[in-house]
């Protein structure tokens, strides 16, 4: 049952509301050209190329959009898929270690976590990359224990077979990571498992050269297609996407140095707690009194990269999501053998605690964030089911003290999240998404006429508008690529791209010898009176105003004349 509500949890309502922008809209669109141009070498953004994450994550949204259409619910189903693939991973790996118990709370308690769950359902990159980060992580532990258990029975000189194939599997997992999201893939899981296999005597178990090689030439072909396609493609992926990203702040994400701390916790719980509570009552020792091998290459797992992105000037929520399955495997085994779970009445606590702080979160949010009245009305009643359910499971959590029991009143809260915010995402949606203005805009638009972008692009409107949307811009931000906004006037001279100069609006606005409709931001006062002006307002959306078609009198008698 537990493991049905989380899955319950994962899926519920995935395609209930449409893609956000800018992350989801762009990655979509980015897919769907590449399906539609069957080019699964270079990701394009707008006919344009997007050098700003490499092809695979790109490659399978693509792969299923080939089979289900460019429709939300194909633009989800990748995210889903490799979350599932996680916990049927961590399961796995969990199992090899203590059993079915262990593998059942290790996998509801990687899926039933806010940060697994809200990234299940989202259209970007970082699912992808902690699947394949935990399979690198889970096949070197498996290649470490088994050298080392070789080297404690006198047969040095050989790690054995099994441990050269388990490392050949982690280096081929750190290939596809690489091929997901760049050089943090390669980064990350070594950054666990090399100081690791170095407390463990085992680190040659690593080196086998399989591995290195093969990782090399699953990634080498990429990197030099992409190299004779856009010969800057290596300079601007290696230092504008990583060194720069990594070590200065001027691409704008930096936070201060304890940012992942609460983002870890919060989106980590109850499990997040339970793993403190365990650890704080010595549960990481071992028969010999000392920390179990185990134990640290879970801390490792979590400690490591947790010190790694709090000193980088780059930070984002999804960074931390790799680190979920550990937690979870880490609660797994401080519940070994364990009636009375290790942390269950701190847990317990710490859901009544959250409860009532969601519930009071009505009186509190609009005082802090400027909110839309959409989002302000369906805020109550969602922080009233969130909030009771959170109390109700943790005065369950805090009198029954069965394994089987406490499992199912911790997931349950984190499972709900879906059902009872199914309402406010909605409202979300129609407030981030361009599928109102792609729906108000499709109706009135000849075929073969222009969408034009003045200061702003909606990037989930090319998406359903299947087509490529013109761009009128000064500096290239409005693509969210720091390439394309650093090789702007490069790609604006090549022969059929949709880059404009910040002008030329106007005066296609004025002259219309092409039917065309316009999109700009709703609180961009000077251009909608320069459209208006020219142009019938279509539609008025929270974020983006249309205007448009024009000068269909002027069309009818003289025909499309160009551009």
Not at 90 to 118: E, I, K, M, Q, Y
Not at 156 to 184: F, H, N
């Amino acid at each position: 049952m537990v493991g049905a509500v989380a899955l319950v949890g994962l899926v519920f309502g995935l395609t209930a509301y449409p893609l956000l922008d800018p992350d989801e809209g762009r990655n979509a669109e980015i897919a769907r050209e590449m399906a539609a141009t069957n080019d699964y070498l270079l990701p394009q953004l707008d006919g344009l190329p997007y050098l700003d994450k490499p092809v695979l994550f790109f490659a399978a949204e693509a792969a299923v959009m080939e089979l289900l259409g460019p429709t939300v619910p194909a633009a989800r189903l990748p995210p889903l898929l490799f979350t599932l693939a996680t916990i049927g991973a961590v399961a796995w790996f969990a199992r090899r270690r203590g059993g079915s118990d262990a593998a059942w709370t290790a996998a509801v308690a990687t899926g039933a976590s806010p940060l697994t769950l809200g990234f299940a359902r989202t259209v970007i990159f970082d699912s992808a990359l902690t699947f394949f980060v935990v399979l690198a992580l889970v096949a070197f532990y498996e290649a470490i224990d088994h050298g080392q258990r070789k080297t404690d029975n006198g047969q040095r000189g050989s790690a054995g077979v099994s441990s050269w194939q388990w490392s050949v599997l982690g280096w081929a997992a750190i290939a596809l990571a690489v091929l997901t999201k760049g050089p943090i893939g390669l980064a990350l899981p070594l950054m666990i498992a090399i100081p690791y296999a170095v407390w463990r005597r085992a680190g040659r178990v690593l080196w086998a050269p399989a591995g290195p090689l093969l990782f090399a030439a699953l990634l080498l072909p990429w990197l030099m297609a992409m190299s004779r396609r856009v010969p800057d493609f290596l300079s601007y992926a290696l230092g504008t996407e990583t060194l720069v990203r990594l070590m200065t702040p001027a691409l704008g994400r930096t936070g201060p140095w304890w940012y992942f701390l609460p983002i870890l916790l919060a989106g980590a719980l109850p499990w997040s707690v339970v793993g403190l509570a365990g650890l704080a009552q010595g549960r990481w020792r071992g028969a010999d009194r000392k920390i179990e091998p185990y134990v640290a290459f879970l801390l490792c797992w979590i400690v490591v990269p947790l010190v790694f992105f709090s000193l980088s000037q780059s930070k984002r929520p999804q960074y931390v999501l790799p680190l979920v399955p550990a937690i979870g495997l880490l609660v797994a085994h401080l519940w070994r053998d364990d009636e009375r779970p290790a942390g269950a009445r701190v847990a317990a606590g710490t859901l009544i605690a959250a409860g009532l702080a969601i519930g009071a979160a009505p009186g509190v949010l609009p005082r802090l964030l400027t909110l839309s009245s959409g989002i302000r009305d369906v805020i109550p009643p969602t922080a009233a089911v969130l909030g009771g359910v959170a109390v109700v499971c943790g005065a369950l959590t805090w009198s029954f003290r069965r394994r089987d029991v406490v499992l199912l009143t911790l997931a349950i809260p984190v499972a709900t999240i879906p059902m009872a915010g199914g309402e406010l995402m909605r409202q979300i949606g129609r407030e981030r998404s361009s599928a109102e203005l792609a729906t108000a805009i499709a109706r009135v638009l000849p075929p073969e006429a222009d969408v034009v972008a003045v200061r702003a692009f909606p990037l989930s409107l090319p998406f359903y508008l299947r087509q490529p949307v013109l761009l009128a811009t000064a500096t290239g931000a409005e693509l969210t690529s720091n390439y394309l906004v650093r090789e702007l006037e490069r790609w604006r001279l090549v022969p059929g791209s949709p880059l404009r100069s910040a002008d030329w609006w106007q005066d296609a606005a004025v002259q219309c010898r092409r039917a065309r409709v316009f999109v700009t931001r709703s609180d961009d006062a000077q251009t909608r009176a320069v459209l208006a002006a020219q142009v019938p307002l279509l539609i008025e959306t929270a974020k983006y105003a249309a205007y448009g078609p024009c000068a269909r009198s002027d069309l009818a008698l003289g025909g499309y004349l160009g551009r």
